[in-house]
Every structure is written in C-alpha cells, then in structure tokens.
C-alpha cells in the first residue's frame, strides 16, 4: 500500500490548455505523442450532447495529448512538477493514443513511463479528469496492466493505477479510492500485489485496505461501486473488497489513470513500462455490474460513440 501523498496534485499540474489553444486557431489537429505509434491523421473524440442520463464514457478517440478534443472533453496530461513517485518527473510525453489490435474498438490511451534509475532519466505519467462531478455510483475502466517493462531490465517498483480522488488534498472531505497495481511490489512488499485503497484523510493518512497477492499482466475490467454508504472494489466481476464507515466518497472526486516509480531500485540501462486503458465508464448514483457496463459499451462501440456526459453539473 503506498505513502500518502505529501504534494497537492492540483497545484501541482501543468495543464496543456495552451497548446490546445494554440492548436485550434492554427486549425491543426495535434500529433502524437512522442513514441506512442499513434497515427497522424487519427480522428478526434467529438461530444455527444444526448445519451443515458448521469453517464461518462471515452473510448479515448485522441490524436495525441495536444488534442483540442482531449481537453474539450475534461481531460489534463500531468506535466512537470509534484509527487507522488520520484518528484517532479511527471511528463505529458509519455501519454500518446495509439492502436491496438487487441483492444475494442483498436485504440487505447496509452500511459508509458520510463527510467534509468536517475531522476534525469525518470518519465511519469498520468492523465485525469477536471471537474466531472463524480461522487456515488459505478466506476469502470478495461486496463491492460504489465508484469514487465516492454524493453529494459525488469526489477522497478512501478505502481500502475486507476482511482477517483478529491481534487483538494486538504479538503475536509477528502475522497479518494484506488485500485493500484505492483507487480514488483513496492515500500518492502514483495510483488505482484493489486492494492485497493479507501481514504478518509490522506495527511495523516487514515484508509482502509485490501492487497490481493497475483499476476495480473494483460486485460482487466476494473470496478469501483460507491452506493449506499459501502465501497465495492472488483476485477474482472470477482468482488475483492469492501469498505463502509467513514471511508466511503464524502465529496465529488475527478478520475485518474496513473503509471510512476515509487523509487529507483538500480541504474544500468532504460526500461519502459506500458499501461493501457481501452475505455472509461461512469454511471451516477447507481450500481451497475459488470455484464451490464460491458453491454452498454458495446452498445456505445456499435453506435460509434466515442464520447458521451450526461452526468449533472453541481
């Protein structure tokens, strides 16, 4: 289970409105990421301005993290400064958009972090939502998940992750529930490990816990359920945990997918570690299972719908 967080992501982000501001008026559509194999020309998610009502679905239909769309649709890409990981290594280059055969639909974002075991060698990523309004009900998202980095030594603590968080770490309501993925373990656990975690206070950190002990390479439809005052936390439709109490959401939360080095075990060499997530789905208030998720994103691929929020603003 990992340390609390000592720096506020808020103020800690760097948000690419600028380039995307800059890429409207030029009338452009916004490469891809550097290495992400994503292809110039692919097209943009566009909104759906109807659909089921209190609903958030992408299937991260992105040109690149320059993408107008990307923050047209609520979407950050991290860039620069703040923990958690080895700080200030966070970089918007690592998240591209490419396709993928395996995925539904053929494309996935894509978040690549990398190290040599330096700092100056140390790429983070993460992206998130801004102001979504997310509290109780049903979070998912397919995630493909690695055992070992795609090029380089494997051995790195590298947490791979998907969780809705209070956008204010010092809020008095502070909200935040994880599903983190260690497959080399991390903080003197041995791995592989998928922590779920639920918050009451992340300083001093006060949270409830669950670790179950396996691999978990490749894809993985992972649930978060928030209703009636318990939290369920699911992978693949097996339910793994639950808390209730306090430690259940008090305010309304943005979602990220994240992929950092809790520390550098060893220099010698880059090494490269994928994370992927095919698609994202919320549903307000409600608890949805798994079959019915994955028949409404079917439904949503078979429509061609890229892109829908229907979920109330505050």
């Known amino acids: ?95 591209g958009f490419p396709s993928d055969p395996t995925a539904q639909g053929g494309r996935v974002l894509q978040l690549q972090a990398s190290t ?81 975690v639920s918050w009451y206070k992340a300083d001093p950190p006060d949270r409830v816990s669950h670790t179950a002990k396996q691999h978990l390479e490749g894809w993985h439809m992972m649930m978060i359920t928030a209703v009636n005052g318990k939290v369920t936390y699911s992978l693949d439709g097996k339910e793994l945990f639950t808390s209730s109490g306090k430690y259940v959401p008090r305010e309304k939360m943005d979602i990220h997918f994240s992929n950092w080095f809790i520390d550098l075990p060893f220099t010698g060499g880059s090494r490269t570690w994928n994370m992927k997530v095919n698609w994202f789905y919320y549903k307000a208030g409600e608890a949805v299972s798994q079959a019915e998720v994955q028949k409404t994103v079917d439904g949503f691929y078979s429509a061609g719908t890229n892109y829908i929020n229907t979920v109330p603003k505050s």
């Open 1 to 95: 289970m990992r340390q609390p967080r000592r720096t506020s992501r808020r103020r800690a982000w760097t948000v690419l409105t600028l380039p995307a501001v800059l890429c409207v008026l030029a009338a452009c559509s916004g490469g891809p990421a550097s290495g992400s194999g994503a292809p110039a020309a692919a097209p943009s998610a566009s909104p759906t301005p109807s659909g089921p009502p209190g609903t958030l679905f992408d299937a991260f239909r992105y040109s690149g993290p320059d993408d107008p769309s990307l923050t047209t649709n609520g979407w950050e890409v991290r860039n620069g400064a703040g923990s958690p990981g080895i700080k200030d290594t966070w970089s918007s280059a690592g998240a």
């Open 116 to 196: 040599d075991g330096t700092k100056q060698g140390t790429r983070q990523v993460e992206v998130q939502s801004t102001g979504t309004d997310l509290f109780t009900g049903t979070y998912a998202a397919r995630i493909h998940l690695s055992d070992k980095p795609t090029s380089g030594r494997n051995g790195d603590h590298v947490v791979q992750t998907f969780f809705p968080i209070s956008s204010a770490e010092a809020s008095a309501n502070y909200s935040e529930l994880d599903h983190e993925y260690l497959p080399n373990g991390g903080w003197g656990s041995v791995g592989p490990r998928l922590d779920n």
